[in-house]
């Protein structure tokens, strides 16, 4: 009887907290960073409201953090579990958690805004997830606006990208789908004082 109450307890638990039965909790590895840290850090910066400035205030910390590539869990094969990696990042998950951050009303919200932030409608799945950064502008344009031709002063080009497809015509990433899309950018060469 005592087992049978406790298993209901843990099953309204789940319910309740909204956590799926046989989901997997989230990987977290939070680095150097201290709950108690990372939850001062959303509050002192929740006054800058300019986008640009609360992004380099909230990515400043984390600059000397270490590279680390294949930190992510989930392929065709194997279940999506979200990945909280504040101990190493490769270029993509370093904007992931910096955007999420910003998003981040408090340390609980931050979870929720990753989620939100990796994989379209905030569904862990590896067919979801934002596997391109043409992802967010594609996905939320009303949000985020690609400025590469406007800040490229009349030398960004604009390309047709078929996203997932190598040269040979076989996909980069196994189970997700080629997408057709225009990408703007600036050549190196481009690239001077000016532009920067």
Not at 22 to 32: I, Q, T, Y
Not at 80 to 103: I, K, M, S
Not at 154 to 173: C, M
Request: with cysteine.
């Amino acid at each position: 009887m005592i087992c049978r109450a406790l298993k209901l307890w843990l099953l309204s638990c789940c319910l309740v907290s909204g956590v799926a039965l046989g989901a997997e909790l989230p990987m977290v590895d939070w680095g150097r960073w201290s709950q108690a840290d990372l939850a001062q850090l959303i509050a002192s910066n929740r006054h800058i409201t300019a986008p640009g400035e609360r992004i380099a205030a909230l990515s400043a910390p984390f600059l000397e953090t270490p590279y680390a590539a294949g930190t992510m869990i989930g392929d065709p094969q194997t279940a999506e579990r979200l990945v909280v990696n504040l101990a190493g990042f490769d270029c993509f998950t370093f904007l992931d958690v910096v955007e999420a951050l910003r998003r981040a009303s408090d340390l609980a919200d931050f979870e929720v805004q990753l989620q939100q932030v990796r994989y379209f409608g905030g569904d862990v799945d590896y067919a979801r997830r934002r596997h391109f950064f043409s992802d967010w502008v594609a996905a939320d344009a009303a949000a985020i606006a690609d400025v590469t031709a406007a800040v490229g002063q009349g030398r960004a080009r604009l390309v047709v990208k078929q996203l997932n497809r190598k040269s040979d015509g076989t996909p980069w990433l196994p189970g997700i789908p080629v997408v057709r899309r225009e990408v703007s950018y600036i050549p190196t060469e481009q690239v001077d004082a000016a532009v920067l």
